[in-house]
Nanobody, 124 residues
Framework: QVQLVESGGGLVQAGGSLRLSCAAS????????MGWFRQAPGKEREFVAA????????YYADFVKGRFTISRDNAKNTVYLQMNSLKPEDTAVYYC?????????????????WGQGTQVTVSS
């Protein structure tokens, strides 16, 4: 079992930055691919970014490339999402997720564990 707790969300103006954190329980964090997803009101949950268990592979949704960076600190059992140049359309609840076996890295159904989410609101 892995428990995930997100933090770092909040209200920011367009063009600003936020860094989300996701702290994981358990001693096997380094074995998991970690991903970030988001869900805006009335929309499907969508993939944002993921980083492989070894930290070598990363994958980003096209709409965040060049603006968001996913990183992980296996010693702290934590994954981060640095979000720069935020836009109002980035407003959503952001979720982190963990997966042991993950062929694509961007499919929701490949992830085994989910956090409760943290709200990010970007004002124009």
């Amino acid at each position: 079992q892995v428990q995930l707790v997100e933090s770092g969300g909040g209200l920011v103006q367009a063009g600003g930055s936020l860094r989300l954190s996701c702290a994981a329980s358990g001693r096997t964090f380094s074995r998991y691919t970690m991903g970030w997803f988001r869900q805006a009101p009335g929309k499907e949950r969508e993939f944002v970014a993921a980083r492989s268990s070894g930290g070598v592979r990363t994958y980003y949704a096209d709409f965040v490339k060049g603006r968001f960076t996913i990183s992980r600190d296996n010693a702290k059992n934590t994954v981060y999402l640095q979000m720069n140049s935020l836009k109002p359309e980035d407003t959503a609840v952001y979720y982190c997720a963990a997966a042991l076996s993950i062929p694509t890295m961007y499919r929701k159904d490949e992830y085994d564990y989910w956090g409760q989410g943290t709200q990010v609101t970007v004002s124009s």
